[in-house]
C-alpha cells in the first residue's frame, strides 16, 4: 500500500482563499517532490526539496520539508482558478531503491 | 523529442487479448519509469529502467507485465492475457538522473480493457 500519505484527499476554496496540502512518509526521505496534475493531464514537477527545514518559495506557493525529513508541505497563498488541478507529493521511500512512490494527492477545486 | 511520447494515446482491448504500450523519452534521458494511474489515484509504481536495464521491477503486479528497453532508448510495456482491472492509464516518464531528479511525463496511454 501507499507508504507517502496526503491529507486532504479533496479541498474545494474561494478564489483568493488560501490552500494546504500535507504529505506524511513512512520512512525519513532523502527528497521530496511535488507535482502538479490538471484535469485530463499528466503530472507536472513543480519542485524538489532536499535539506531538513527546507523551505522553498515560488510566487504564490511555498513548500516546506520537515526537520524529520518525513513530512511536507504546499502552501497556496489567494487561489486563482488556474490554481485548480491535483497536488501529489512524492518520495524515494526505500534506501536504495530506485522507485518515486506518490501520494494519493490532493484535489483542488476553486469557486470563482 | 521535445518531450515523453507515448502511443497509443487510447487503446480499447478486449479482456484476454496481449497490449503492447510504447514511450519514447527525452533524449539523453538514461532513466525511464512506467507508472499507472487508476482515477483518483496518484500514479503507481511499475518499474524502472537505468538504460537498457530494469534497475527495479518491483511494481510489476504479476507475471502478465513485461517491460524492456533494448536499446536504453524507446520502452515497450507488454502486458498478456489483460483483465478488467488492468484498465487504467500507464503513464511513462523519463529523468536525468533517476530518483533523485525531476521526472518529466508523458501524457499517458490509456488502457480499457472491456
Known amino acids: 500500500g501507499q507508504q507517502v500519505m496526503q491529507i486532504p484527499q479533496y479541498q474545494h476554496v474561494q478564489e483568493g482563499e488560501d490552500f494546504t496540502t500535507y504529505c506524511n512518509s513512512s520512512t525519513t526521505l532523502s527528497n521530496i517532490q511535488w507535482y502538479k496534475q490538471r484535469p485530463g493531464g499528466h503530472p507536472v514537477f513543480l519542485i524538489q526539496l532536499v535539506k531538513s527545514g527546507e523551505v522553498k518559495k515560488q510566487k504564490r506557493l511555498t513548500f516546506q520539508f520537515g526537520e524529520a525529513k518525513k513530512n511536507s508541505s504546499l502552501h497556496i497563498t489567494a487561489t486563482q482558478t488556474t490554481d485548480v488541478g491535483t497536488y501529489f507529493c512524492?518520495?524515494?521511500?526505500?534506501?536504495?531503491?530506485?522507485?518515486?512512490?506518490f501520494g494519493q494527492g490532493t484535489r483542488l477545486t476553486i469557486n470563482p | 523529442g521535445a518531450g515523453v511520447s507515448q502511443t497509443p494515446s487510447n487503446k480499447v482491448t478486449e479482456k484476454g487479448k496481449y497490449v503492447e504500450l510504447r514511450c519514447d523519452p527525452i533524449?539523453?534521458?538514461?532513466?525511464l519509469y512506467w507508472y499507472r494511474q487508476s482515477l483518483g489515484q496518484g500514479p503507481e509504481f511499475l518499474i524502472y529502467f537505468q538504460g537498457t536495464g530494469a534497475a527495479d521491477d518491483s511494481g510489476l503486479p504479476n507475471d502478465r507485465f513485461f517491460a524492456v528497453r533494448p536499446e536504453g532508448s524507446v520502452s515497450t510495456l507488454k502486458i498478456q492475457r489483460t483483465e478488467r482491472g488492468d484498465s487504467a492509464v500507464y503513464l511513462c516518464?523519463?529523468?536525468?538522473?533517476?530518483?533523485?531528479?525531476?521526472?518529466?511525463f508523458g501524457e499517458g496511454s490509456r488502457l480499457t480493457v472491456l
Open positions: 512524492a518520495g524515494p521511500i526505500d534506501q536504495g531503491a530506485q522507485k518515486l512512490v
Open positions: 533524449s539523453g534521458h538514461t532513466a
Open positions: 516518464a523519463s529523468s536525468l538522473i533517476g530518483h533523485r531528479g525531476e521526472l518529466f
